[in-house]
């Protein structure tokens, strides 16, 4: 790669780092989903058109990135907490505890984020979370403006409606304001 590209990089690796940080919540993650972000880029340097500002470019590979790590950690199971984990749990500070209730919940999010159709959550990802503009959007997703606002709209609708189906939402009523709906069970 060449070194204009390196400095390209390295001018961008702080929105990258805060576009990938806004979807996982969890700062060492976000930096190594972010470290993947550039090596995928220097590996298809070559592929990038021009058509989009750098910036957009590398938000969209932090996407497909969170998603593929999302989709990787749906497959793997959920490691569960022992008697010594929660002991040590309790012992924190509530300042402690809140902040990890509000990545657990911003990681919830992410993984329903990824049930999106492919259009409409990136879309919602790179406008609301990566703040491109509906240009820029349109540009790196080879979408007209209009298109690009009509996949935001129902991308958001469609978001709520999973968030509502799988989520306790109290808004403005608590600190943490989701909590995972216990699955169902099928009673027959």
């Given amino acids: 790669m060449m ?14 780092h805060g576009f990938v940080l806004k979807l996982v919540r969890d700062e060492a993650l976000a930096e ?14 070559s ?3 021009g058509e989009a500002s750098h910036r957009s470019w590398l938000c969209a590979i932090a996407l497909n990135v969170v998603r593929d790590h999302f989709r990787s950690r749906a497959r793997t199971p959920e490691l569960t907490c022992d008697t010594k984990d929660i002991q040590e749990m309790a012992g924190q500070s509530v300042d402690v505890e809140l902040g990890t209730l509000k990545k657990e919940m911003s990681g919830c999010i992410g ?15 790179l406008h609301d979370m990566a703040g491109l503009t509906h240009k820029e959007i349109a540009a790196q997703l080879d979408l007209s403006e209009a ?7 129902r991308g958001r609708a469609a ?4 968030l509502e189906e799988h ?22």
């Avoid at 993984?111 to 990802?125: C, D, T």
């Avoid at 298109?147 to 709209?153: D, F, I, Q, S, T």
């Fill in 3 to 16: 070194k204009d590209d390196d400095q390209m990089m390295i001018a961008h690796q702080t929105a990258v």
């Fill in 32 to 45: 190594d989903l972010a470290q993947e972000v550039f090596v995928r880029a220097q590996r298809t340097a």
């Fill in 47 to 49: 592929a990038y058109r």
């Fill in 111 to 125: 993984e329903y984020l990824i049930r999106l159709p492919q259009p409409q959550r990136e879309v919602v990802a």
């Fill in 147 to 153: 298109n690009a606002r009509v996949l935001l709209h």
């Fill in 159 to 162: 978001f709520r409606k999973i």
């Fill in 167 to 188: 989520c306790v939402l109290t808004l403005g009523e608590d600190a943490i304001p989701c909590e995972r709906r216990p699955p169902k069970t099928n009673s027959a």
